[in-house]
């Protein structure tokens, strides 16, 4: 379908130069667009989920006083945010005040570029996708960095201490889990490693969610996970604001739209960690059975089900785990996860080299 609507604008106009260079950019316009308006709809969608969940597991209401079943809250919240005033600290370094949030909602974005829908389903399809994706999400931390600082008060500034070595410590742990996927599937592009969690003995007898790699990577899998936790600040590792400590911590100063780029930041980035853990390790858009009762579910459909589900961890692990010390973040991450993750590199790596090596 999607090459037919590609015909059809292509046809619009018989000229050279509409052929060679205008539909191109326009197609490529209108794949950007709709991207990203499904994943603000999805971001927008996930606070409501998120509140009617938590009301649901502490035995209360929830949301459901504007629009039916209090389905139109996150639109009313989005317009109070935008219609306030955006205010600024007289001490503030303007120019990095403003380009703070920006810069940490904007990679949150970018890097949905390369992420695969489908087999040939996807904005960018390059073979350095992975790579692509750690060094687009790295860039975060600065937004945050340059908010706590440019803030010129002292709450930010620690917040912002707090929150970038936290990120840090944990992106670590996040690469080595990234390598070793990068290692058995023997490409950086997306696309393969969906398609390498296809092949194998269960695949083969149809049962394709044990071929997929969380079951010989489980450790890896669990770590990425939590790190993904920890990377997007939510609970148990949400300290980078406390009410008895710094306050919102970098978000201290922040107040309308400057405000609400960093929680667009934070569920868009809730989004991505759990697509790609999606596409990581759990199959991507493959059907859990190869019958044709599953065949017939979009791939699509299958990777928005899987990341729905992901998603939904997140919210369960908020709703049921006390919040950690800072001391005991720092420790699970330096002196647990980045030795772990690395001792699981070794292993994998020697795994691959003995006859029952699975991914051949």
Not at 121 to 147: D, P, R
Not at 221 to 227: D, K
Not at 238 to 258: K, L, P, Q, T, W
Not at 268 to 279: D, G
Request: charged share 10%; hydrophobic share 55%; net charge neutral.
């Amino acid at each position: 379908m999607i090459d037919t609507i590609f015909a059809l604008g292509e046809g619009l106009l018989a000229a050279p130069w509409w052929s060679a260079i205008g539909w191109p950019v326009v197609w490529a316009l209108i794949k950007v667009t709709l991207v990203l308006m499904i994943v603000m709809g999805a971001v927008t969608y996930t606070t409501l989920w998120e509140r009617r969940l938590l009301a649901w597991a502490q035995i209360r209401m929830g949301p459901n006083r504007v629009g039916p079943w209090g389905l139109l809250q996150p639109i009313a919240d989005a317009m109070k945010l935008m219609t306030k005033e955006v205010l600024r600290p007289a001490a503030a370094e303007k120019f990095l005040f403003y380009l703070g949030p920006v810069m940490t909602v904007m990679p949150a974005m970018a890097a949905w570029a390369v992420i695969p829908f489908g087999p040939d389903i996807a904005l960018a399809n390059i073979n350095a996708g992975l790579l692509f994706l750690m060094a687009i999400t790295s860039m975060e931390v600065y937004g945050v960095i340059i908010s706590g600082w440019s803030s010129n008060s002292k709450y930010p500034f620690l917040g912002a201490l707090r929150a970038s070595s936290q990120m840090v410590s944990y992106e670590i742990a996040m690469g080595f889990c990234l390598v070793v996927v990068l290692m058995v599937s023997a490409s950086l592009n997306l696309t393969d490693i969906v398609a390498g969690q296809n092949k194998g003995y269960f695949a083969q007898i149809g049962l394709n969610f044990l071929s997929w790699n969380w079951l010989p990577l489980l450790p890896i899998f669990l770590i990425y996970f939590i790190s993904g936790l920890a990377e997007t600040n939510r609970l148990p590792f949400d300290v980078i604001e406390g009410e008895s400590e710094i306050v919102a911590g970098h978000m201290v100063e922040y107040s309308g739209m400057s405000w609400a780029m960093f929680q667009m930041a934070e569920y868009a980035n809730i989004w991505l960690v759990s697509v790609l853990t999606t596409i990581m390790f759990l199959g991507g858009w493959l059907s859990p059975i190869d019958s044709v009762m599953f065949n017939w579910i979009p791939g699509w459909i299958w990777l928005g089900l899987k990341s729905f589900c992901v998603v939904t961890m997140f919210i369960w692990v908020r709703v049921s785990f006390p919040r950690f010390r800072y001391d005991q973040i720092m420790r699970l991450g330096w002196k647990i996860f980045i030795p772990v993750s690395l001792i699981w590199l070794v292993v994998v790596g020697g795994w691959m080299q003995t006859p029952w090596n699975i991914w051949k």
